[in-house]
């Protein structure tokens, strides 16, 4: 039986070559039948046909393949006969134009196109429309309109050609009314809903992007909840595919599906520094390990000890210091390892950026720390990333370290999603010290370069201003910002003060951090003012009447230790900065600090303390009535800003020194989950006292403060701000006010 399998075998062996080999045929000539667009060299050159060779069966096959795979081609039929390659085609149409119906927004078309296989001046490839139809639906369903329809339309041309028509029905936005958190959560969903990006419609967010349907927020939000639960110590945490499910009238029904698992400590932290490393560079980490053991497990804790070997490798001057880690689970808790090693010294070949289609590169280039011939630096790419975030113009930064031509040279490869960098902002605000109105336009990318422009109009009780600013963030790729502003103003305050005054001011600074967290930002100014006094006005308020002119020189000096800028939880910022006369009618020296502190106590209230001071001092003369101090109406809520301090007669009048200290406890929410709220808690002190000038003023130097509460309400269209203070204490000058409150509303508009 074996013996007659194997004789089988060998005989059908013997066929297919002989089979095979009476096809075999040399090629002398080659024609082709049917192309009208396509020349015969370009079909000879794009299937590889190579005149004199010796064809086979497989040789033709292989030849008809390549042939598809150019897409100049519907049908190909090849015959090798008489030692002539006949090839028989049928060219596709060439697309002529690819448009849309029922889609106005061009950024929206410019996407699709991007999608799509079919490409304009491209071969027009039949079986391609119905995969360009879904990747149009599955565009649409990410921006949250679940229920469009396309449909194509191909209209035949001359000369073998076609128009391409997508008719684009979006439908309405798949609105999401209700979240839910299930499983094993042990989170409350108050927290939850805070951590995601989705929210559910509510009639107050009628321009919210986030009450929609989008799978790719969906997935986004995922991550955040995966995020949030590691850092909380729910190490296992597992966010299971969500549920979506549409109820007719009702909208779409959102389901989260979370296994939190147990939770875990820290139970060991420690580093394992490579032979080819000073160790002794790495001795300082001890102390942030000790910090964490017996802490719950947290990504976010973590990686800060992970900047911190950055910054020691920047310190100590190592170029090349990697790390990984390796953590290890068990019923106790989590171990880690920090492998810290030398990793290989490469160069940078090339920096390529894409992704900004208004933005010039030399703004992305300008942040970069790195640039090419550099040696490659993890540390320094990192700050490269963080540089290009911090000019606020991109929505998303990434980065990707690619091969580059020699095994010792990377390609860094820069990602960058440009966002609206556009805004136009109203606002009002109610109070007991009077009604304010603002407009500000502002324009954060002018001319894809980075430059801010901004324009602004104040309007309030007492005070008009408007104001043009521009601000280049990083003038001639130095690194230091430049920025000019120009402000007019006209100040009535006859009832609190006795006298009125108009100014015109231009300001000229720069700003640049001249150590690690160290900022000096001067700067100079000059101005034209003029102040008018009422017949009923004190002597003090009398002698400060007239026209000047000033150029005075400034600086800051800020020390920022804060964890982050926006809404910081931890560190602090110190500030000190002073303001010197250089051509003056009424000269004064300007001397301030600012120190502001953070505490998070729990993962629901944060502290702060402020404290803010100032002190003015006339040179030969008496300080100018409008360069005099008074207390911001920030550092003493429940106070009127101008009916604080030294007293001529009924006139407010201002002082020489300043101190206001505040302590502040934000709060948790206390209104339903759906509002995204802040609420704090404060308690104000604050002095005004000294005047350089006339017998007859009161200048009662007492303490005041008070006590209150503010609520920040979220909004789509802006914040909604409160405020209502009692005072506590105040000195018989002051205007008393027994209870005082404060509603602020702005609206904000975002636009490209």
């Given at each position: 039986?074996?013996?007659?399998?194997?004789?089988?075998?060998?005989?059908?062996?013997?066929?297919?070559?002989?089979?095979?080999?009476?096809?075999?045929?040399?090629?002398?000539?080659?024609?082709?039948?049917?192309?009208?667009?396509?020349?015969?060299?370009?079909i000879?050159?794009?299937?590889?046909?190579?005149?004199?060779?010796?064809?086979?069966?497989?040789?033709?096959n292989?030849?008809i393949?390549?042939?598809?795979?150019?897409?100049?081609?519907?049908?190909?039929?090849?015959?090798?006969?008489?030692?002539?390659?006949?090839?028989?085609v049928?060219?596709?149409?060439?697309?002529?134009?690819?448009?849309f119906?029922?889609?106005?927004?061009?950024?929206?078309?410019?996407?699709?196109?991007?999608?799509?296989?079919?490409?304009?001046?491209?071969?027009?490839?039949?079986?391609?429309?119905?995969?360009?139809?879904?990747?149009i639906?599955?565009?649409?369903?990410?921006?949250?309109?679940?229920?469009?329809?396309?449909?194509?339309?191909?209209?035949?041309?001359?000369?073998?050609?076609?128009?391409?028509?997508?008719?684009?029905?979006?439908?309405d936005?798949?609105?999401?009314?209700?979240?839910?958190?299930?499983?094993?959560?042990?989170?409350?969903?108050?927290?939850?809903?805070d951590?995601?990006?989705?929210?559910?419609?509510?009639?107050?967010?009628?321009?919210?992007?986030?009450?929609?349907?989008?799978?790719?927020r969906?997935?986004?939000?995922?991550?955040?909840?995966?995020?949030?639960?590691r850092?909380?110590?729910?190490?296992?945490?597992t966010?299971?595919?969500?549920?979506?499910?549409?109820?007719e009238?009702?909208?779409?029904?959102?389901?989260?599906?979370?296994?939190?698992?147990p939770?875990?400590?820290?139970?060991?932290?420690?580093?394992?520094?490579?032979?080819?490393?000073?160790?002794?560079?790495?001795?300082?980490?001890?102390?942030?390990?000790?910090?964490?053991?017996?802490k719950?497990?947290?990504?976010?804790?973590?990686?800060?000890?992970?900047?911190?070997?950055?910054?020691?490798?920047?310190?100590?001057?190592?170029?090349?210091?990697?790390?990984?880690?390796?953590?290890?689970?068990?019923?106790?808790?989590?171990?880690?390892k920090?492998?810290?090693?030398?990793?290989?010294?490469?160069?940078?070949?090339?920096?390529?950026?894409?992704?900004?289609?208004?933005?010039?590169?030399?703004?992305?280039?300008?942040?970069?720390?790195?640039d090419?011939?550099?040696?490659?630096?993890?540390?320094?790419v990192?700050?490269?990333?963080?540089?290009?975030?911090?000019?606020?113009?991109?929505?998303?930064v990434?980065?990707?370290?690619?091969?580059?031509?020699t095994?010792?040279?990377?390609?860094l490869?820069?990602?960058?999603?440009?966002?609206?960098?556009?805004?136009?902002?109203?606002?009002?605000?109610?109070?007991?010290?009077?009604?304010?109105?603002?407009?500000?336009?502002k324009?954060?990318?002018?001319?894809g370069?980075?430059?801010?422009?901004?324009?602004?109009?104040?309007?309030?009780?007492?005070?008009?201003?408007?104001?043009?600013?521009?601000?280049?963030?990083?003038?001639?790729?130095?690194?230091?910002?430049?920025?000019?502003?120009?402000?007019?103003?006209?100040?009535?305050?006859?009832?609190?003060?006795?006298?009125?005054?108009?100014?015109?001011?231009?300001?000229?600074g720069?700003?640049?951090?001249?150590?690690?967290?160290?900022?000096?930002a001067?700067?100079?100014?000059t101005?034209?003012?003029?102040?008018?006094?009422?017949?009923?006005?004190?002597?003090?308020?009398?002698n400060?009447?007239?026209?000047f002119?000033?150029?005075?020189?400034?600086?800051?000096?800020?020390?920022?230790?804060?964890?982050?800028?926006?809404?910081?939880?931890?560190?602090?910022?110190?500030?000190?900065?002073?303001?010197?006369?250089?051509?003056?009618?009424?000269?004064?020296?300007?001397?301030g600090v600012?120190?502001?502190?953070?505490?998070?106590?729990?993962?629901?209230?944060?502290?702060?303390?402020?404290?803010?001071g100032?002190?003015?001092?006339?040179?030969?003369?008496?300080?100018?009535?409008?360069?005099?101090?008074?207390?911001?109406?920030?550092?003493?809520?429940?106070?009127?800003t101008y009916?604080?301090?030294?007293?001529?007669?009924?006139?407010?009048?201002?002082?020489?020194?300043?101190?206001?200290?505040?302590?502040?406890?934000q709060?948790?929410?206390?209104?339903?989950?759906?509002?995204?709220?802040?609420?704090?808690?404060?308690?104000?002190?604050?002095?005004?006292?000294?005047?350089?000038?006339?017998?007859?003023?009161?200048?009662?130097?007492?303490?005041?403060?008070?006590?209150?509460?503010?609520?920040?309400?979220?909004?789509?269209?802006?914040?909604?701000?409160?405020?209502?203070?009692?005072?506590?204490t105040?000195?018989?000058?002051?205007?008393?006010?027994?209870?005082?409150?404060?509603?602020?509303?702005?609206?904000?508009?975002?636009?490209?």
């Amino acid at each position: 039986m074996l013996f007659s399998k194997k004789i089988y075998i060998s005989v059908i062996l013997f066929i297919t070559i002989i089979f095979n080999t009476s096809f075999a045929e040399v090629v002398k000539d080659v024609k082709v039948k049917g192309n009208k667009r396509i020349t015969i060299e370009t079909i000879i050159v794009f299937g590889d046909i190579s005149i004199g060779k010796n064809y086979e069966r497989t040789d033709i096959n292989s030849l008809i393949k390549k042939l598809y795979n150019t897409t100049f081609f519907s049908n190909i039929s090849v015959d090798l006969t008489n030692n002539v390659l006949n090839i028989i085609v049928e060219e596709n149409p060439i697309i002529n134009s690819i448009s849309f119906k029922g889609e106005k927004a061009k950024k929206y078309k410019e996407k699709i196109r991007e999608l799509l296989l079919l490409r304009e001046n491209g071969s027009f490839i039949e079986s391609n429309i119905k995969s360009d139809i879904n990747l149009i639906k599955e565009f649409y369903r990410s921006l949250g309109f679940y229920f469009v329809k396309i449909d194509a339309e191909i209209a035949k041309l001359q000369k073998n050609r076609v128009n391409v028509l997508y008719s684009i029905e979006k439908g309405d936005k798949a609105k999401i009314t209700k979240i839910y958190f299930l499983g094993e959560k042990k989170i409350r969903e108050k927290k939850l809903r805070d951590v995601i990006t989705s929210q559910e419609a509510k009639f107050w967010k009628i321009i919210s992007r986030n009450v929609y349907l989008s799978e790719e927020r969906i997935e986004l939000d995922k991550r955040l909840l995966k995020n949030y639960y590691r850092n909380k110590g729910y190490y296992e945490v597992t966010v299971r595919s969500t549920n979506v499910e549409y109820s007719e009238g009702e909208g779409f029904v959102l389901t989260y599906n979370i296994n939190a698992g147990p939770r875990y400590k820290f139970t060991k932290i420690f580093a394992n520094v490579s032979e080819t490393l000073e160790k002794d560079a790495f001795l300082s980490l001890e102390n942030d390990f000790n910090k964490l053991v017996g802490k719950y497990y947290s990504q976010r804790k973590l990686k800060s000890v992970l900047d911190k070997i950055d910054k020691l490798s920047e310190l100590k001057e190592l170029q090349f210091v990697n790390h990984n880690v390796v953590e290890t689970l068990d019923d106790n808790g989590v171990e880690v390892k920090i492998n810290i090693f030398e990793g290989d010294k490469v160069i940078i070949e090339r920096i390529n950026i894409v992704g900004n289609s208004v933005t010039n590169d030399s703004v992305i280039r300008s942040a970069l720390i790195v640039d090419e011939g550099d040696p490659y630096s993890v540390l320094l790419v990192k700050k490269s990333m963080n540089e290009i975030r911090a000019r606020n113009i991109f929505g998303k930064v990434r980065h990707e370290v690619l091969p580059g031509s020699t095994p010792d040279l990377k390609v860094l490869k820069i990602s960058v999603e440009e966002k609206a960098t556009g805004e136009i902002m109203a606002g009002a605000g109610v109070g007991t010290d009077g009604t304010s109105f603002q407009f500000l336009i502002k324009e954060n990318n002018w001319l894809g370069r980075g430059v801010q422009l901004e324009s602004d109009v104040y309007i309030s009780t007492e005070k008009i201003s408007g104001s043009l600013l521009v601000n280049n963030p990083n003038y001639n790729f130095s690194g230091n910002s430049l920025l000019a502003s120009l402000d007019v103003s006209s100040t009535d305050r006859s009832n609190s003060s006795g006298f009125k005054s108009s100014r015109t001011g231009f300001n000229l600074g720069t700003s640049f951090e001249q150590y690690q967290n160290v900022f000096i930002a001067p700067n100079i100014t000059t101005a034209f003012e003029d102040i008018e006094v009422d017949d009923t006005a004190s002597t003090a308020v009398k002698n400060m009447e007239g026209n000047f002119f000033n150029i005075d020189v400034g600086y800051s000096v800020s020390l920022d230790k804060r964890n982050q800028p926006f809404r910081p939880t931890q560190g602090y910022r110190a500030t000190f900065l002073q303001s010197l006369p250089i051509i003056q009618d009424s000269s004064s020296l300007l001397n301030g600090v600012d120190i502001v502190g953070y505490k998070d106590f729990s993962e629901d209230v944060i502290g702060s303390l402020k404290f803010h001071g100032r002190t003015i001092t006339g040179i030969d003369k008496d300080v100018r009535l409008t360069n005099r101090l008074y207390i911001p109406r920030r550092n003493l809520r429940g106070f009127n800003t101008y009916k604080v301090g030294p007293k001529d007669g009924d006139d407010y009048i201002g002082g020489n020194y300043t101190v206001a200290v505040s302590a502040e406890a934000q709060l948790p929410n206390l209104l339903p989950e759906s509002y995204r709220t802040d609420f704090s808690l404060f308690l104000d002190t604050a002095n005004i006292w000294g005047v350089d000038y006339s017998d007859t003023v009161d200048e009662t130097n007492t303490i005041r403060s008070s006590v209150g509460i503010s609520a920040n309400i979220y909004t789509t269209i802006g914040p909604l701000s409160f405020t209502i203070a009692e005072d506590i204490t105040k000195a018989d000058t002051n205007t008393y006010l027994f209870k005082s409150f404060q509603i602020k509303f702005e609206i904000n508009i975002f636009y490209i």
